[in-house]
């Protein structure tokens, strides 16, 4: 039987929230990105990150890569939670902004939306979130997207929902089945 290991960054509690839902469904062990060092990645055969995204990046991507990267025999998933509703332009533009050619051939992604909570956010997340929505207002000819996002980023919102992680959970049981 194959073993999961769950790394994750949850600034807001979105993504923990996706976290819980999927260790609902399917047995694995979790760990938060910060704790990452104190894990031996050996021991898995899956490991998943989860983190959300910030103006396009997988936040804690990067030193998620960096460890790894050099673990060839390793299945990598990752998740990412956004505001934005799902579409495949979004999915398609975090992609290419997250991952190099080679690396999308080992990455599985999936993508769940989540929502904005201005309670939980840090000041400095807060001051971009208002300095976008300012630019977004001022801009003429916004296109729908554009639209979409200013009137949505106002205030806290939460679009999250279980039956989103189902596609991931479907994969992982593949996995599982194939080994
Ligand atoms: C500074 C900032 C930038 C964000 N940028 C994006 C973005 O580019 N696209 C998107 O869909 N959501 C964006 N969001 C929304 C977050 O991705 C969403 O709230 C996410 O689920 C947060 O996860 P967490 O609470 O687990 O940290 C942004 C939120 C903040 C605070």
Partial sequence: MESILLIYKSKTGFTKKYVDWITEAITCRVIPLDEMNNADMNTYDIIIYGAGIHAGRIQGLKEFKMKVLSLVSKK???FVTGGAPYSE???????????SPDELNRFKLFYFQSGLN?????????????????????????????????????????????????????YLKQLLIKS
Avoid: C, Q
């Fill in 118 to 170: 201005y309670e939980k956010m840090g000041l400095s997340d807060k001051a971009m979130m208002k300095i976008y929505h300012k630019i977004l207002e001022l801009k003429k000819n916004r296109s729908d997207i554009e639209d979409g996002t200013n009137k949505a980023i106002s205030g806290s919102y939460d679009h999250s929902s279980r039956e989103y992680i189902e596609p991931l959970i479907t």
């Fill in 89 to 99: 332009e979004i999915f398609t533009n975090i992609k290419m902004n997250n991952y």
């Fill in 76 to 78: 990598i998933v990752v």
